[in-house]
């Protein structure tokens, strides 16, 4: 069992420009993530959780201190490598979705593989297994405007899932779906979570979500408030 | 990857149609509009060229000197030789003899006294020869408004208004009062054949179109004319050509000792013609960059509206692990792909409109009633091989530096904040 973190934060600081000084939306952060993790960042909103989530993502930098996300430091990338990081490791679901619109589901979930230049009937296969764990695979010549919220979410989870990344960035995945859904997808995300051993990080305040996540991460004002390994057998 | 752009662009038409139609208008404005300001122009330097200064003209230099004057004291002599060199010296070319004068015109009635009298322009040119190119030159047979071509020696045609001034009927008498070559008074009777009306207020005045033979015996120009000339067998005027025939001819020919050697003058050094020509060439350029900047400053912002529609789209496509030079690389490849379609339909259909403006023609007479400069009432449109393409390429690149304006603004943008505003 290979116990080396996948994520590594030290003192993490992120300063916003505000006016004529600076906000601080991270005030040192420091958080190991293990591979396979099943986690929740909580707190109200403004605590913290999207700022948090886009530096582990590698979409934004660190002001101060380190995040070491699969070893490679978040702050030193450049560009092209942060891309590179994103392309092969990780996975974003939104709270929007964030469907192409004008695509189909397989055409959506289909992108990355084509960013990676996986060949044709390769990707037919993985679109389709992916589509699978998510249960659309009758849906694949849908567009996103027929689909209810709750599919389309299923749709960017198997897009987020389908090159099978180390880690899932979830930023509230459930805000804009009604219990039944919520539930669905969680569990959807549970079952990839135990079977491909995919770190799933999610940023919420959702109860449902709360009630799913091995680990609790408290963020309040830019600080790590609290951090819980709930035991589920 | 192709594929899924271009898929892209047929599904969206906010992404696709806006572009095109504003990329495929523009260019089939500038298409029609270079071809009409083509034509203009092209049938202006004609009209001049086949009334007055031809493609290139050939006087003494003495009467260059004091052309506007049409001093046949100092015309060219020996012009029957000379039409016989010429055609050999220069084949691309075809050469007429023109006689210029001006006198009074003079109808007597029944006892000889004068009845009416006024001042007339004439133009000799060779009237009578079966197939003379000069009749199909001056448009002579469609300008005939009463009567028909003079056929026989010493008939003349007049500008109709002037013969309605002086009440004169095809088959009257007519007697021209003017100056012999050697200065002597002199008076010839001419027939009326018939009256032209060319739809231009110079012309229309008070001109006298004779034959050169009767001129000759008229004011006493044997072998002589005060002007020759020449025309492009191609038809149009082309300045590089006719620059090559002007420099031949005048190494040849003109001595500068000599007033009375012969000098060649090339259509823009005559008439003012020079500006004319000048913004013929010019106005190519300055339409594709009027054309360039407009349709950029169009697309630009068109792709700006877009572009807004689509941060959602290009932050996932970065969050995915897409570059950023590589959205910004997909946004052009797709503005090249409506810019090509754009100005292929824009070029299509100002091609139709350009093709229908040369065959129609639009009658501006009505414009031109008070116009002293020499132009044609009916102004055609003419497709050149640069009609072609002048829309196409502009069409394609406006298309492509408005995205890459409109696309800066998204590659500036910090990742994350993509997000932000889809949220906003
Ligand atoms: N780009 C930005 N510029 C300025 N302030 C920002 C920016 N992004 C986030 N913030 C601020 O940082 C704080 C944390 O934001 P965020 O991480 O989005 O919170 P959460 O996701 O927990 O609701 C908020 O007060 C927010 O206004
Ligand atoms: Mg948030």
Redesign the interface.
Known sequence: MNNEPVIRIKDLKKHFPSGSGRFTALNGIDLLFSKGEFTGIIGPSGSGKTTLL?II?T??TPSEGEALILGRSAGSLS??ES??????Q?G?I?Q?Y?L????TVF?NVE??L???GVESSQRRKMVLDALEWVGLTDKIRSRPAQLSGGESQRVAIA?AMVKRPAIVLADEPTANLDAKNSHNILQTMEKLNRELRTTFIFATHDEKVIGYVRRKIFLFDGKVAGDEIINKN | ?IK?LF??LI??KH?SLIPFLVTATGVMLTVVFHAWMTGVLGNSIEFNARFSTGHVKIMTRAYAENMSQTPNDLAILGTDTLMNVLPQLFPEMLFAERIYFGGIVDIPDKNGETRAQGPAMGIGIDLLSENSPEIERLNLASSLKNGQLPVNKNEVLLSNKFAEKLELSPGDTLTLVSTTMYGEFTLHNFTLAGTVEFGNTALDRGTVIADLRDLREALNMDAAAGEILGFLKTGTYDVVQTTAVTNRFNARFLVEEDEFSLVMKNLPELNNMGFLVEYSDKIKGILVAVFIFAMSLILWNAGLLGGLRRY??F??????????SHVYLTMIIESSIIGFFGSLAGTATGLAIALYLQNQGLDLGFMMKNASIMMPSVFRAQITPATWYIGFIPGVISAQIGTMLAGMGIYKR???QL?KE??A
């Not at chain 1, 192409?100 to 695509?103: A, D, E, Q, T």
């Not at chain 2, 932050?315 to 950023?324: C, D, N, S, V």
């Open positions: 886009n993502g979409l934004d560009a092209k891309a590179a990081l994103r392309k092969s990780l974003f939104f929007t964030n192409f619109p004008v695509y055409e992108f990355p084509l960013l990676q897009r | 990857m899924f898929s892209g599904r969206d992404r959602g789209e932050g996932m496509r970065l969050a995915i692990g897409e570059e950023k910090q990742t994350s997000f889809l949220e």
